[in-house]
């Protein structure tokens, strides 16, 4: 069977409407190769605009690209469009809200509720969809990537003396190497606690990616000491940047290296004080009262019946009768006198309370490049790096002092150094392999696709067609010698004429076929070939 396929085969092979149709079909194939290879090498590189899209959002970004007229291509929720439209991409997106991202806010108001849906359910989908506006409201700062929100609300009971109050906790994903300033998260919590009714800023917890707690208990020893310390290295900056500014001037840029140390008291402190001077006392009012009574028939004497009894003949009489005798011969007399005096004294009353961060001692360092000096005369005249005098180390010291309000009663000390700075040896940067460089590998992206449609020009079209446009030749060759090899006079029908394969000449060279077809010219016109061969050699002899 094998023996009888491959003489079948041959036989197929030779055939020549077969052969033709077969090279029209690999040049087909071999145009096609080239176009594809020509597309792929012009073909601009497509980088995603954004990843793990959910269907909705990558159809609106879809039809947003479009309209845009920009090129893209969806793969498995990717979006990827082509790297020299990347930002005009984003942009376009980005006016347009694009992407919204998988969670709901309060567009869950807008989609049907249902004729069933519980009370339940809908506190749940409003806790939900504050939440979700929570989140993109504190995502939209410029130094947080996403954030999540967790709402913590008590139902309120009326049997109940004393409701829990709400609370919550936010998730801020900060962008790589930024940071959440105290402020900033300080407006982070009074946005979402100004945004749920009795919720207060004490109850509101942030945290970040790395499960850092944000927020402190201002109350809080821990809390204190961090500001505090926030507040000395401010002190200490705001001092710093003084002297850098005074001096760069004079100095110049990157000479002048300042360092402050505050020492400050937090400590806080009430003092009531009451004084009195040491004057003399002085007078304020006086007020004096005097009462004198005179009179001869005045009763004088105790009042009763002891007055009016004679006294006993051998017995002392009694003191008022006494009395009576005696100013009975004189008038009867009474005085009385009262004075009543207020001093003023000296009185000083103080309240005193000392301010939080009062500055107790500051020392300062300040360490001095030296400067360049121009040093000799005419063509050798060169910039060398000299040291600072004496006196420009003491006008520098003067003006630290006066920057930084130096004090000597409560210890201050300044200290101004001069050292050449050691100049650092940035290594440079290593450029890129040649092969590595993004616009050389479009280059040779392209370059190769034009090698390749070339190379398969060369190589495949141009002996295709060749051997396309030589088969009539040929085949008229084959017909002119089976003509030639029949006998004189002899007449065979066309469907008697069939010659093996088997014993089918071999194909024969373009020299070969010229000579053939030569030699059949002679044989049907002798005459008229030797008329051409004539005028051959008489131009020949001619020229």
Same mark, same amino acid.
């Given at each position: 069977?094998?023996?009888?396929?491959?003489?079948?085969?041959?036989? *197929?092979?030779?055939?020549?409407a077969?052969?033709? %149709?077969?090279?029209?079909?690999?040049?087909?194939?071999?145009?096609?190769? &080239? %176009? *594809?290879?020509?597309?792929?090498?012009?073909?601009?590189?497509?980088?995603?605009?954004?990843?793990?899209?959910?269907?909705?959002?990558?159809?609106?970004?879809?039809?947003?690209?479009?309209?845009? @007229?920009?090129?893209?291509?969806?793969?498995?929720?990717t979006?990827?469009?082509?790297?020299?439209?990347?930002?005009?991409?984003?942009?376009?997106?980005?006016?347009?809200?694009?992407?919204?991202?998988n969670?709901?806010?309060?567009?869950?108001?807008?989609?049907?509720? +249902?004729?069933?849906?519980?009370?339940?359910?809908?506190?749940?989908?409003?806790?939900h969809a504050?939440?979700?506006?929570?989140?993109?409201?504190?995502?939209?700062?410029?130094?947080?990537?996403?954030?999540?929100?967790h709402?913590?609300?008590?139902?309120?009971s009326?049997?109940?003396?004393?409701?829990?109050?709400?609370?919550?906790?936010?998730?801020?994903?900060?962008?790589s190497?930024?940071?959440?300033?105290?402020?900033?998260?300080?407006?982070?919590?009074?946005?979402?606690?100004?945004?749920?009714?009795?919720?207060?800023?004490?109850?509101?917890?942030?945290?970040?990616?790395?499960?850092?707690?944000?927020?402190?208990?201002?109350?809080?020893?821990?809390?204190?000491?961090?500001?505090?310390?926030?507040?000395?290295?401010?002190?200490?900056?705001?001092?710093?940047?003084?002297?850098?500014?005074?001096?760069?001037?004079?100095? &110049?840029?990157?000479?002048?290296?300042?360092?402050?140390?505050?020492?400050?008291d937090?400590?806080?402190?009430?003092?009531?004080?009451?004084?009195?001077?040491?004057?003399?006392?002085?007078?304020?009012t006086?007020?004096?009262?005097?009462?004198?009574?005179?009179?001869t028939?005045?009763?004088?004497?105790?009042?009763?019946?002891?007055? @009016?009894?004679?006294?006993a003949?051998?017995?002392?009489?009694p003191?008022?009768?006494?009395?009576?005798?005696?100013?009975?011969?004189?008038?009867?007399?009474s005085?009385?006198?009262?004075? @009543?005096?207020?001093?003023?004294?000296?009185?000083?009353?103080?309240?005193?309370?000392?301010?939080? +961060?009062?500055?107790?001692?500051?020392?300062?360092a300040?360490?001095?490049?030296?400067?360049?000096?121009?040093?000799?005369?005419?063509?050798?005249?060169?910039?060398?790096m000299?040291?600072?005098?004496?006196?420009?180390?003491?006008?520098v010291?003067?003006?630290?002092?006066?920057?930084?309000?130096?004090?000597?009663?409560?210890?201050?000390?300044?200290?101004?150094? @001069?050292?050449?700075?050691?100049?650092?040896?940035?290594?440079?940067?290593?450029?890129?392999?040649?092969?590595?460089?993004?616009?050389?590998?479009?280059?040779?992206?392209?370059? &190769?696709?034009?090698?390749?449609? %070339?190379?398969?020009?060369?190589?495949?079209?141009?002996p295709?067609?060749?051997?396309?446009?030589?088969?009539?030749?040929?085949?008229?060759?084959?017909?002119g010698?089976?003509?030639?090899?029949?006998?004189?006079?002899?007449?065979?029908? %066309?469907?008697?004429?069939?010659?093996?394969?088997?014993?089918?000449?071999?194909?024969?060279?373009?020299?070969?076929?010229?000579?053939?077809?030569?030699?059949?010219?002679?044989?049907?016109?002798?005459?008229?070939?030797?008329?051409?061969?004539?005028?051959?050699? +008489?131009?020949?002899?001619?020229?």
């Amino acid at each position: 069977m094998a023996t009888m396929s491959m003489p079948a085969v041959r036989q *197929l092979k030779d055939i020549p409407a077969l052969r033709q %149709l077969a090279v029209l079909a690999g040049i087909a194939a071999a145009v096609a190769v &080239g %176009l *594809l290879i020509w597309s792929w090498s012009q073909r601009p590189g497509y980088v995603p605009v954004y990843a793990d899209l959910s269907d909705r959002d990558a159809a609106e970004v879809a039809d947003v690209l479009r309209g845009a @007229n920009i090129p893209m291509r969806l793969e498995s929720g990717t979006v990827t469009v082509p790297q020299s439209q990347l930002y005009d991409a984003r942009l376009k997106l980005a006016a347009q809200g694009l992407p919204h991202g998988n969670a709901q806010g309060f567009e869950m108001m807008q989609q049907d509720q +249902g004729f069933g849906t519980s009370q339940f359910v809908e506190s749940a989908r409003y806790q939900h969809a504050l939440e979700t506006e929570l989140s993109r409201t504190i995502g939209s700062l410029q130094p947080i990537r996403g954030a999540r929100v967790h709402l913590a609300i008590p139902k309120p009971s009326a049997f109940a003396r004393k409701n829990d109050a709400p609370s919550a906790s936010v998730f801020v994903e900060l962008y790589s190497g930024r940071t959440l300033e105290a402020d900033q998260v300080a407006s982070i919590v009074h946005l979402v606690a100004s945004s749920v009714p009795g919720l207060q800023p004490e109850a509101v917890t942030v945290i970040d990616q790395f499960g850092h707690l944000l927020t402190n208990d201002a109350d809080s020893a821990l809390a204190r000491t961090a500001e505090q310390f926030d507040y000395t290295r401010r002190v200490e900056s705001d001092y710093t940047r003084r002297i850098e500014q005074l001096l760069t001037p004079m100095m &110049g840029a990157g000479r002048v290296n300042a360092q402050v140390a505050a020492d400050i008291d937090f400590s806080e402190t009430e003092e009531a004080r009451e004084q009195y001077g040491p004057d003399p006392a002085k007078v304020r009012t006086e007020q004096i009262s005097e009462d004198v009574q005179r009179g001869t028939k005045t009763p004088t004497g105790v009042p009763g019946a002891t007055s @009016n009894t004679p006294p006993a003949q051998n017995a002392n009489p009694p003191l008022n009768q006494l009395a009576g005798r005696a100013s009975a011969d004189s008038d009867v007399q009474s005085q009385s006198k009262q004075e @009543n005096r207020t001093y003023e004294l000296d009185r000083t009353l103080s309240h005193t309370r000392k301010s939080v +961060g009062r500055l107790k001692r500051l020392s300062v360092a300040v360490l001095v490049d030296h400067v360049p000096t121009l040093q000799g005369e005419g063509k050798d005249q060169k910039t060398v790096m000299a040291a600072l005098t004496p006196d420009q180390l003491s006008k520098v010291e003067a003006l630290v002092k006066e920057a930084v309000g130096f004090d000597a009663s409560r210890g201050d000390t300044v200290s101004v150094q @001069n050292a050449p700075f050691v100049e650092q040896q940035v290594a440079p940067i290593e450029a890129l392999p040649v092969w590595q460089q993004p616009q050389v590998l479009s280059i040779a992206r392209q370059a &190769g696709g034009v090698l390749l449609v %070339l190379a398969l020009i060369l190589f495949i079209l141009r002996p295709a067609l060749r051997q396309l446009l030589a088969a009539p030749v040929q085949a008229a060759a084959l017909e002119g010698t089976v003509e030639d090899r029949r006998p004189a006079g002899e007449s065979v029908a %066309l469907a008697d004429d069939r010659v093996s394969l088997e014993s089918a000449p071999p194909p024969v060279s373009p020299y070969e076929q010229k000579l053939q077809i030569a030699r059949k010219a002679v044989g049907e016109d002798p005459k008229r070939v030797a008329q051409v061969v004539k005028s051959w050699i +008489g131009q020949e002899s001619g020229t």
